[in-house]
């Protein structure tokens, strides 16, 4: 069972940053196939309760292989920092950046990444974060921004000490805002880019209705007495609403059964139908919410 740590850590530094053509060592062989793992599996433990949420690795590869120009006037300005003053628009921007910073090394664009970094690193300090770190972590991270091999080994070392930290503080809820901060930004880039009709997208963004009802549940966790958290569960529902007018069908091809290593493989393709109007509401309805996160 996954902890918090793996949303907020993967979340801020690891998704999209930039493959390395070095040989591993073994050590670092064995650390990156656990980590690979766990991005790959993307199931997150909230509350003893376990949740599949896509990573946005996984939104900004897509982009790129659909030879998706670059445009960098999607992000969120580094700028709109000065505007977040409590730690419920920090936490949630803190995954906003973190999904930009995917973007960013995605398109191997490292000086503007070195920024949107910087803008983590700070907020990470804010929300009190970087208290269950070395006092060289971020340093060495930043250095390896660009080094996927050196930065997994980094991120290895540091996953405990997070998890223990945001438990023992009662900060379970920074984690989700962190989480669903970084999945509403992926959607903001996906739902731009669909709207010139790339069918590769629109499959994409429609896959995540299932992820978002499981973000749905993760924020119901923290709502209690706490009416800006109800704020925010409010719109993902009403987003939701909008996800019930896709259809998604699914074929199943063969079932591939390993009795040595104890695991069964399900092979399926997914089938998603939405109409042009179901399209342009949902687009307009991400824009929305992520235009109430940022601002």
């Not at 990470?124 to 080094?147: A, C, H, M, V, W």
């Not at 930290?165 to 880039?189: C, P, R, T, V």
Request: charged letters at 20%.
């Amino acid at each position: 069972m996954y902890k918090t740590i793996i949303p907020v850590l993967i979340l801020i530094f690891l998704f999209g940053c930039g493959q390395s053509n070095q040989p591993k060592s073994q050590p670092e062989e064995a650390e990156s196939k656990i980590i690979d793992s766990l991005i790959s599996s993307r199931i997150v433990n909230f509350e003893n309760s376990l949740f599949s949420i896509p990573s946005p690795h996984q939104i900004t590869m897509t982009l790129k292989q659909q030879n998706i120009e670059y445009n960098p006037s999607y992000l969120n300005p580094t700028s709109n920092t000065l505007n977040y003053t409590n730690s419920y628009k920090k936490a949630l921007n803190m995954g906003v950046y973190g999904a930009d910073l995917g973007y960013l090394n995605t398109y191997d664009k490292t000086q503007e990444a070195i920024t949107y970094f910087s803008v983590i690193k700070t907020l990470s300090q804010e929300l009190g974060i970087i208290n269950s770190l070395k006092k060289d972590t971020f340093e060495r991270i930043e250095k390896n921004l660009s080094n996927q091999d050196s930065l997994l080994h980094l991120l290895s070392n540091s996953y405990q000490d997070i998890d223990i930290f945001l438990k023992s503080n009662d900060q379970g809820h920074i984690g989700a805002l962190i989480l669903a901060g970084g999945w509403i930004e992926s959607m903001y880039l996906l739902s731009r880019f669909s709207e010139n009709k790339n069918q590769e997208l629109i499959s994409l963004l429609g896959e995540n209705k299932n992820p978002l009802e499981n973000l749905i549940k993760i924020i119901s966790l923290y709502t209690e007495n706490n009416r800006i958290y109800q704020v925010l569960l409010e719109k993902l529902i009403a987003l939701e609403m909008i996800y019930q007018n896709i259809e998604i069908t699914y074929t199943y091809n063969k079932t591939e059964v390993n009795p040595e290593q104890k695991f069964t493989k399900v092979y399926s393709n997914t089938n998603i139908t939405i109409s042009d109007d179901v399209l342009k509401e949902l687009i307009e309805e991400i824009k929305a919410l992520r235009q109430f996160i940022i601002s």
